[in-house]
């Protein structure tokens, strides 16, 4: 059974997610401060983390890369609509997703449920995602059993998404893993790349199932047929 | 207004000065003297009558006059170190120079309070201006402020109705409820929360906007995927809308969140003012350096008069605050000129027709 870690500072949102968590069949642990979001976390090692933004001792920010110095546990944050630029400082302090309050519990118990599968199977050569496989070490894509060709830079991109499957990432890393760091700020392309991308891919180009945006903040691969929300 | 009189301060000030003033330009026609004829160099007191006149009035320049003429006398024409005069001429040099003195500081005198009198009218007459204005204009933004407030709190009020209505009807357990009625009640809990959430969140993106703080981050995107997320975010009606852009269409250049919401509003709009179950159609079209998406409906449409009206916060055509008219245009015109777009009610006899104009960005090579 999987143990999660939820911080939040207000206590009927505290109360409502360690109802529907254990509900789902979790262990919950609670904090309402960062330093005792770090001593719980440091005690009794949690598998997954859902972390507020604001705190009153720190920013989750910080606290998601007090975590990082020592611990890979997935971490999900809980941000407010509109605040891009908090959502992407936390992403790129090593946070893996974000859900938007004010949330459903199914959005919520989705995310963390795509979170700990990630760290289960994180080696497999191939992988499937939907209709979609990758053959990561042959470098050979499918959909549907039928052959697609991509670019040298579009399988790197490709590859990094289906490793992350169901993870949030930032223009930041996609750009820095697929590109170089040289190209760390030039994600004003990578949205039309994308689209080129897509129409190789997805059967609705426009109302993409698989490779979803967060304007804003990044992209993630997702498996149409696990999608709740 | 200058006052009559000096105070004491100001007088002891310009005692000061005035002496001041004497000796300094004693002391220089002392050191010009062997180059010069002395009795020349009498006029040079007018540069210490002059300043105090301007600063100190007209009675203390006479002083200055008077007393510079004495010691003028006194220092440098002979016998010297007498006030008596050895040559009649001299007489005339000094008389002359007093009249002199007294007429320029009195024109200095009079010029310097008119300056002061214009100055003090234009002042009073901006401030009165600004107060006119500024009552003015508080009276009208208080007014649009209180049905401003009117309005939200309806629209706020409403939802939160149905929300504690459903959810007392729960918790009674007096009440016999068969389970669709509770799954009922529970899903009307769930929908009029997301419909507070959407009013929220249109009250926080018009306080962002009116603040100045919605900054645009313009990258490029294809048009066909904005449209595709706002459509997505258009809720259950979203089944009627139905799009129509070429794959090919040119990247815009724009902030997709706030472009979003522009389109997600323009739609919600065209959706609430058309028949149920008709269609709302979106196409794109290229003009100049602009991407035009049109939305259109099969509604009523907007009347010619109302076309720009319907833009402002809260309020429909003829300028009246309404009820639930909400900020949806308003954000739509806010974030489009935050994103160098514009948007704009079109004349259209067949129904709601708005066009939002999103910057094409200029073709550049795609990394591949």
């Known amino acids: ?229 | 207004m200058r006052p009559k009189s000096l105070s004491r301060v100001e007088l002891a000030a310009g005692l000061l000065a005035s002496a001041g003033a004497v000796v300094f330009v004693t002391a220089a026609i002392a050191e010009l003297k062997p180059y010069v004829p002395v009795l020349s160099l009498g006029v040079l007191y007018v540069f210490a009558v002059l300043p105090v006149a301007v600063f100190w009035g007209i009675g203390l320049a006479a002083l200055v006059s008077v007393a510079s003429m004495l010691a003028f006398n006194w220092f440098f024409l002979p016998p010297t170190h007498t006030f008596q005069l050895s040559d009649g001429a001299n007489w005339l040099a000094l008389a002359v120079y007093l009249v002199t003195a007294i007429v320029v500081s009195a024109l200095a005198a009079s010029a310097r309070r008119r300056a002061e009198l214009a100055e003090l009218r234009e002042r009073e007459a901006a401030a009165l201006a600004g107060e006119v204005l500024e009552a003015e204009a508080l009276r009208r933004s208080d007014a649009i402020k209180t049905a401003v407030l009117h309005a939200v709190s309806h629209d706020l009020r409403s939802p939160l109705t149905a929300i504690v209505a459903a959810a007392s009807v729960l918790a009674n357990s007096e009440l016999l409820l068969a389970d669709g009625d509770r799954v009922e009640l529970i899903s009307t809990i769930r929908s009029e929360a997301d419909r507070l959430d959407r009013i929220v969140g249109n009250l926080l993106d018009m306080s962002r906007l009116d603040g100045g703080v919605a900054a645009a981050h313009p990258e490029l995107w294809p048009p066909e995927e904005l449209v595709g997320r706002a459509v997505e975010q258009a809720g259950p009606e979203a089944e009627r809308i139905v799009v129509d852009i070429d794959v090919d269409a040119p990247p815009v250049r724009v902030d997709a969140v706030q472009i979003e919401r522009v389109l997600v509003n323009l739609l919600d709009n065209a959706l609430k003012f058309s028949p149920p179950g008709s269609p709302v159609h979106v196409r794109a079209e290229e003009r100049d350096e602009e991407l035009l998406l049109h939305v259109v409906d099969q509604g009523p449409g907007v009347a010619a008069g109302e076309r720009e009206a319907v833009f402002a916060p809260f309020r429909r055509g003829d300028g009246v605050v309404v009820r639930g008219a909400g900020l949806g245009l308003a954000i739509a015109r806010g974030f489009s000129e935050a994103n160098g777009a514009r948007v704009w009610a079109e004349d259209d006899p067949w129904g709601g027709h708005f066009v939002l104009a999103l910057p094409v960005a200029e073709r550049t090579p795609v990394v591949v």
């Open chain 1, 1 to 229: 059974m999987s143990r999660i870690l939820v911080v939040d500072d207000e206590p009927q949102i505290l109360r409502a997610l360690e109802m529907s968590l254990r509900g789902a069949g979790y262990d919950v642990d609670t904090a309402t401060t960062g330093a005792q979001a770090l001593t719980t976390a440091a005690v009794q090692p949690p598998d997954a983390v859902i972390l507020d933004l604001v705190l009153p001792d720190m920013r989750g920010t910080e606290v998601c890369r007090e975590l990082r110095t020592w611990t890979s546990v997935p971490v999900i944050v809980l941000s407010v609509v509109g605040d891009e630029s908090e959502k992407v400082a936390a992403l790129d302090a090593g946070a893996d997703d974000y859900v938007t309050k004010p949330f459903g519990v199914d959005e919520l118990l989705a995310r963390l449920r795509a979170a700990l599968r990630r760290v289960d199977g994180e080696t497999e050569p191939v992988r499937d995602v939907g209709e979609l496989r990758v053959d990561i070490a042959g470098r050979e894509v499918t959909f549907a059993g039928r052959p697609v060709q991509l670019t040298p830079h579009e399988f790197t991109f490709l590859s990094l998404l289906i490793r992350n499957e169901g993870k949030l990432l930032t223009h930041k890393t996609i750009l820095e893993e697929v590109w170089g760091h040289a190209y760390a700020a030039e994600s004003h392309y990578l949205h039309v790349y994308v689209s080129q991308l897509r129409r190789k891919l997805e059967p609705d180009p426009a109302r993409p199932r698989y490779i979803l945006t967060e304007p804003g903040v990044g992209y993630r691969l997702v498996d149409p047929s696990r999608r709740t929300s």
